[in-house]
């Protein structure tokens, strides 16, 4: 998990862990669990962040399987 690139993307978005978990459907802090990877986040998730942030396969695997 590349915590900083998804960081970044949510900057460059206008989001917070806040915003960001809303639109996910979990709370601020199952999002703050998965970024600090003590969950993993679920298939659908990584979809939903995919189109939000309209991120590239490389992107995605970089955010979520470095």
Do not use: H, W
């Amino acid at each position: 998990m590349n915590i900083k690139l998804l960081e970044s993307k949510m900057k460059l978005f206008g989001d917070s862990n806040v915003t960001l978990a809303k639109f996910l459907g979990i709370s601020p802090q199952a999002l703050s669990a998965k970024k600090n990877e003590r969950v993993d986040f679920k298939q659908c998730e990584i979809v939903k962040i995919k189109e939000r942030y309209g991120l590239t396969a490389e992107e995605v695997n970089n955010i979520f399987f470095a």
